[in-house]
């Protein structure tokens, strides 16, 4: 059941909230401004080893997640029958790895 509650001061409490979300703006434009102020002399500089990180980042941003290429060439590889598996290689690989989780868990 809905109730219509009279003499309320919907446009007072509406006023109030428009007035409140107004000083929060202004609050963070002025803390925003706060943060931005520096001097003439402020500057940033990066080191040669910085500057390498960031280009290979760039680098490894473009490329491609999955090597569509390889993917392809296995897949026919594997439906064509001519696919083989190295045993030793692929037991390898899985010992590093478990060897490469021992020792992280060894860090924590």
Same mark, same amino acid.
């Given at each position: 059941?809905?109730? /219509?509650? $009279?003499?309320?001061?919907?446009?007072?409490?509406?006023?109030?909230?428009? =007035?409140?979300?107004?000083?929060? *703006?202004?609050? =963070?434009? $002025?803390?925003?401004?706060? $943060?931005? =102020?520096?001097?003439? /002399?402020?500057?940033?500089?990066? +080191? &040669?080893?910085? /500057?390498?990180? =960031?280009?290979?980042?760039?680098?490894? #941003?473009?490329?491609? *997640? *999955?090597?569509?290429?390889?993917? /392809? #060439? @296995?897949?026919?590889? @594997?439906?064509?029958?001519?696919?083989? @598996? &190295?045993?030793?290689? +692929?037991? &390898?690989?899985?010992?590093?790895?478990?060897?490469?989780?021992?020792?992280? *868990?060894? &860090?924590?």
């Amino acid at each position: 059941m809905v109730s /219509e509650i $009279k003499g309320s001061n919907h446009a007072l409490l509406s006023g109030l909230a428009n =007035q409140h979300q107004a000083d929060q *703006v202004k609050d =963070q434009a $002025k803390a925003a401004g706060n $943060k931005t =102020q520096g001097t003439a /002399e402020d500057s940033v500089s990066l +080191t &040669d080893q910085a /500057e390498k990180i =960031q280009a290979l980042e760039s680098i490894v #941003a473009s490329q491609p *997640v *999955v090597d569509t290429k390889r993917v /392809e #060439a @296995i897949r026919s590889a @594997i439906l064509d029958g001519s696919y083989t @598996i &190295d045993s030793n290689k +692929t037991a &390898d690989k899985m010992a590093d790895f478990e060897r490469l989780l021992d020792s992280k *868990v060894g &860090d924590s």
